[in-house]
């Protein structure tokens, strides 16, 4: 599942690319992954994307927003009509937009583009959607909403988030938390309900680079340990943001690309491999349903 910097990534990607569009029409293939009138949205322009944890929300011009929850496998991704094949050009491709959409593409957002619409209304002419907004699903577990931006933060899943990294999540309510908490300290810093951001992968890797056992009960830590953990976990979030995530499975930034951590994976999925710091083997074990990876020797 896309973790707090893959969905950083797009979120980036869509305010680069999608902010300033109008939607011109919506097409849904698959109702049950949408929900909200479509009607409401079409006319309205894009005027900031925002993200709550692992979730996005595009804010329209006409106070409604859409909501958008990637899950596993969902994939949001962008092609501008007039330079499909300029766009589709992207380094590690790993979705050709020019391709979409395909069987596993179930919401088409129509649009055009400021630009397009000085130009074509200079002509006095009907003016045509110049840009795409695909969402494509495998496994379908993703959603899609349309609701008052007013409203959005009431949505169940933005609504039960818990303080989020790099927002308002310090150092001090970071502590506070573990100390409430003898749950295993992995499955603590991944509860989205206690924190927002923190996934599998960067679980892994932030308690591997503060040398802490991922077993190790959340409130029994010290405050040394707990300082050292909110610092690795966004050191190597911070990581994850700055090469475009990771695309081990099925993510890709919004042109199709892929993202680069899965090369700087620490311990995460290096079962067998020898620890960088110690040599010791990496091991894995199932914690909280999730494969979980440490070095027996350098994380206590």
């Not at 079409?42 to 692992?54: D, L, S, Y």
């Not at 300082?227 to 990771?246: D, H, R, W, Y």
């Not at 960088?276 to 083997?281: H, P, Q, V």
Request: proline residues 3%; positive net charge.
């Amino acid at each position: 599942m896309p973790e707090l910097p893959e969905v950083e990534t797009i979120r980036l990607g869509l305010r680069k690319y999608l902010v300033g569009h109008e939607i011109v029409d919506v097409d849904v293939s698959l109702p049950r992954i949408f929900s909200g009138d479509s009607k409401q949205i079409i006319g309205a322009k894009v005027q900031r994307i925002r993200r709550f944890g692992k979730g996005l929300l595009i804010d329209l011009d006409n106070d409604y927003s859409i909501a958008v929850h990637v899950k596993m496998t969902g994939q949001v991704l962008y092609r501008k009509v007039a330079r499909a094949s300029r766009v589709s050009q992207v380094p590690l491709a790993k979705v050709d937009v020019n391709d979409l959409p395909d069987k596993y593409t179930h919401i088409i957002f129509k649009l055009k583009s400021q630009n397009a619409k000085l130009k074509n209304a200079s002509k006095n002419s009907k003016i045509d959607n110049d840009a795409f907004l695909f969402y494509r699903d495998m496994r379908q577990f993703g959603w899609v909403k349309v609701v008052l931006t007013k409203d959005a933060g009431d949505l169940a899943f933005f609504k039960n988030l818990g303080p989020e990294f790099f927002k308002d999540l310090d150092s001090k309510k970071f502590s506070e938390i573990l100390k409430r908490n003898k749950k295993p300290v992995k499955q603590v810093i991944m509860d989205q309900s206690k924190m927002a951001g923190v996934g599998n992968i960067y679980a892994n890797d932030g308690l591997y680079d503060a040398g802490i056992n991922p077993k190790k009960a959340a409130n029994s830590l010290t405050l040394k340990e707990q300082e050292k953990l909110f610092k690795s976990l966004e050191k190597v979030m911070k990581k994850g943001i700055a090469v475009g995530g990771a695309s081990e499975w099925s993510y890709v930034d919004i042109l199709g690309g892929a993202g680069q951590y899965q090369n700087f994976f620490q311990v995460y999925n290096q079962k067998g491999k020898p620890c960088n710091k110690c040599g010791s083997l990496i091991e894995k074990i199932n914690l909280g349903g999730r494969g979980t990876f440490f070095c027996p020797a350098c994380q206590k």
